[in-house]
């Protein structure tokens, strides 16, 4: 890997994918649900988990969807050749070379399973948000938990849709390399 | 300091989990424990702000943050803090209180970001959370891996589970090379449950039922040891001095390993058993197979069906039965003594050994069979440490022996245990190890039932002023380990397997002549104590005659040795004395001893004649 290549994917995906889907949003998610197993008590959460940390995967979801797309322009090898010492080779070179190293970086790294995994997981997460927030609709009240309860298979579906989506989006590579 | 609960303590070091924000909450570390059930005990302003109460922790979480500054703010700069994070897990690994437990395990973050603290890292990232600098969040530059080093150089023992939500797969090969004994993956639907087989498997916890009194390392070893061996049915050996619990270990180790199903134990005390008893009390008999067999007996194997079966004190077990019953571990059938092929039954049975004595060397003089051996510990060997070694765990056992004996008498008054006494009772070796302790304090409670305190004066220890005055020997025996605390056998396997390897190179200088020196010493007071155990008391000499010849037989175990034999060793023997003449001059039996051989044999032997083999 260079250091002078732009590795900005790689933060986007640190900051969505490590930062806030695993770390903080999955964890309330499963402390969420312990809540409504009886398994915990937690006045703070009870009282704003509907209403502050759920939405936030609204404001992620954008995200969320151009990251597996930008992963095939940004972290391809053929990036390489924008930066020295391969920006040297000759233009008949660049030519072909370049889009070369990207279809067999394609086929080997099975790129297009990746993105169409990632952008599937994403989708099922989507998905499960809506039903859930259409249930949410339905419920008089959404801070009591009396009613919160009924939703437990819908918040349960929502949470293993974004568990799935972290892994998904894990399994893109880290590093730009010809392989 | 952490009071002993059931529930494991863990230290927790991640920057998110560890930091404190500006106004002294933490919600990542709430939500974290409420996914993990942790209870958390760090003490700091984010544990006390918390609203979180989990219902059945499945362990008491201490927080760090493994970098300066734990509060920080936007605008300050972030960094990793190597030392103050080692001293945090000394503080709860080393650093303990009088029956404090030591920490049971460790969770560690890999990716640590540093750097500056902006307003655009704390949007992303948390409250007091650094921007990160190039490297952090890539295997090479993790901190983790590197504290994760630093901490198994330091504390080896340490058990240390990766807790992350970066890819496993990029850093399997080097947590696991640094020793690290698990990751658990922040995200994953499993974590939880995973955490708790992990903490049955490496964590040291004590014995919650206390049954199993201690929170030593050694000990807390063990019963991780015997967690282990109890997630299979494997037979397994039990090594520990007498009376340091091994029985307790064998029956905790079964308690692991049916928890909610009613499965058989079955303890057979072997060490005072006939062999034909041996036999029968083992394999059964039909009725009339020996004389005495007036019934069909199943015996203990049989007993023990779909459980376990204890063998305490295997190193006794006679020939023959090692021969019947390594046929039962080949074949997993018993037939009963006096039986034929018909009354074969099919066992599914797990053995659990123990010895107290050296097996390893009882294996190589042919007493005990290799092939046995093997098979009785192919699940492991669980070593028990003697309570010498484990002295951090007396004053809880002298806390349950004592309310223990005050209950077992209805007259018998509460008391307080007061320092002398504890402090008796911490300098004793306790040869006879827990066993002996509990009836030490039995009889001090039972001698002394209408008193309020337990005093030095109730303790009946050995060497409390009550011996009578030794002999002057001229050998000085400042510092010497007597028989009676340390066997022989043990001693000279600790010289024996002395590695002199690690020593460092300023150690060895003269060490040949302090070998020498000390090896003289040895065989000195070793001759002098074998004169006098085969004196002959006479009417001319109550005392006993000094007889060089039987001396000599008990100590090479050689009947058949002469008289001119037996000079010759004690001749040679004390020549390696150092100081042999100042050594004669001052003892009066080790100088007739001299004189008598001398007298016998005034040349040189011709040949070597120490031999054990008659």
């Known amino acids: 890997m260079l250091n002078n290549l732009d590795l900005t994917w790689q ?114 997460a989507q998905k499960a948000y809506e039903v859930l927030c259409a249930k949410l609709k339905s419920i008089p009240c959404v801070t009591s938990i009396k009613f919160l309860l009924e939703l437990e298979p819908e918040f349960q579906a929502f949470y293993e849709a974004c568990v799935a989506l972290g892994k998904a989006m894990e399994k893109f590579p880290s590093t730009v390399k010809v392989t | 300091m952490i009071p002993i609960y059931s529930t494991p303590h863990i230290l927790v070091i991640d920057d998110l989990f560890g930091r404190v924000d500006e106004n002294g909450r933490n919600e990542e570390r709430e939500r974290l424990c409420g996914n993990f059930f942790l209870n958390d005990l760090t003490g700091d302003t984010a544990a006390k702000s918390s609203t979180l109460r989990v219902k059945q922790p499945v362990a008491n979480a201490i927080f760090c943050r493994g970098q300066q500054p734990v509060r920080a703010r936007s605008g300050d700069t972030v960094e990793n803090d190597l030392e103050g994070t080692l001293n945090f897990v000394r503080r709860y690994w080393i650093g303990l209180q009088p029956g404090e437990a030591p920490c049971s395990m460790v969770l560690l973050d890999l990716c640590f970001y540093t750097g500056g603290v902006t307003h655009e890292s704390e949007s992303q990232k948390g409250k007091g959370m650094a921007e990160g600098r190039p490297g952090d969040d890539l295997p090479p530059g993790y901190f983790g891996l590197r504290l994760l080093e630093t901490l198994l150089n330091t504390f080896p023992d340490l058990p240390v589970i990766i807790l992350s939500s970066m890819p496993r797969a990029e850093v399997s090969r080097e947590f696991s090379g640094l020793g690290a004994l698990g990751f658990l993956e922040r995200d994953s639907i499993e974590s939880p449950k995973l955490l708790q087989d992990y903490i049955q498997r490496h964590a040291l916890i004590a014995d919650a039922s206390g049954e199993i009194i201690g929170c030593s390392r050694s000990l807390l070893k063990a019963l991780r040891a015997a967690r282990r061996a109890s997630l299979t049915k494997k037979n397994l050996l039990i090594r520990g001095e007498r009376g340091a619990g091994k029985e307790l270990i064998a029956k905790y180790l079964h308690r692991q390993a049916s928890p909610t199903v009613e499965r058989p134990l079955v303890v057979l005390d072997s060490g005072t058993l ?274 060089i010849q039987s001396a000599m037989k008990l100590l090479t175990g050689n009947p058949g040795l002469s008289a001119s034999q037996a000079a010759d060793i004690i001749k040679r023997t004390l020549k390696v004395y150092p100081r042999l003449e100042t050594l004669l001059e001052e003892d009066p039996i080790l100088r007739a001893a001299h004189e008598k051989s001398v007298k016998l044999r005034p040349k040189g032997p011709q040949k070597p004649v120490i031999r054990g083999d008659g």
């Open chain 2, 274 to 547: 006939s062999p034909e008893l041996y036999a029968s009390a083992l394999f059964g008999h039909r009725k009339g197979s020996f004389t005495g067999a007036f019934e069909h007996r199943r015996g203990a194997i049989m007993e023990a069906e779909g459980g376990d079966i204890f063998l305490d004190e295997i190193g006794n077990m006679p020939p023959a039965v090692q021969n019947g019953l390594l046929r039962i571990l080949e074949f997993r059938q018993v037939i009963p003594l006096g039986g034929s092929a018909g009354d074969a039954r099919t066992i599914e049975v797990r053995f659990i050994s123990a010895t107290n004595a050296d097996i390893d060397a009882v294996n190589t003089t042919g007493m005990f069979r290799e092939d046995l051996y093997d098979r009785l510990r192919e699940g492991g060997t669980i070593f028990l440490a003697p309570l010498r070694e484990r002295k951090e765990d007396i004053p809880l056992l002298v806390e349950k022996f004592v309310r223990q004996a005050e209950a077992s008498r209805k007259d018998s008054m509460a008391r307080v245990i007061e320092p002398d006494a504890m402090e008796m009772l911490m300098a004793y070796e306790w040869p006879g190890n827990i066993r002996e302790l509990r009836n030490c304090i039995f009889n001090a409670v039972t001698s002394f039932p209408d008193v309020e305190h337990l005093v030095a004066t109730h303790l009946n220890l050995p060497g409390q002023g009550k011996q009578s005055p030794r002999e002057d020997t001229g050998i000085s025996t400042a510092g010497v380990v007597s028989a009676a605390k340390k066997s022989l056998t043990e001693s000279l396997g600790i010289l024996g397997n002395f590695s002199f390897e690690t020593l460092p190179a300023a150690e060895l200088v003269g060490a040949l002549n302090r070998l020498s020196e000390v090896c003289g010493e040895a065989f000195a007071r070793l001759l002098r104590v074998a004169l006098l155990a085969t004196r002959k008391p006479t009417v001319e000499n109550p005392e006993g005659e000094m007889r």
């Open chain 1, 11 to 124: 933060k986007r995906r640190g900051a969505f994918n490590h930062d806030w889907l695993k770390n903080t949003y999955i964890q309330s998610l499963s402390s969420w649900l312990n809540l409504l197993n009886d398994k915990i008590e937690d006045p703070h959460l009870e009282q704003s988990f509907v209403t502050q940390k759920l939405p936030e995967w609204e404001a992620h979801l954008a995200e969320a969807r151009s990251l597996p797309h930008d992963f095939v322009s940004e972290m391809s090898p053929k990036i390489l050749f924008n930066v020295e010492p391969l920006s040297n080779c000759s233009q008949e070179t660049k030519s072909w070379l370049p889009d070369l190293i990207h279809q067999l970086w394609m086929a080997r790294c099975s790129v297009e399973s990746l993105v169409a995994e990632a952008e599937q997981a994403v989708e099922t």
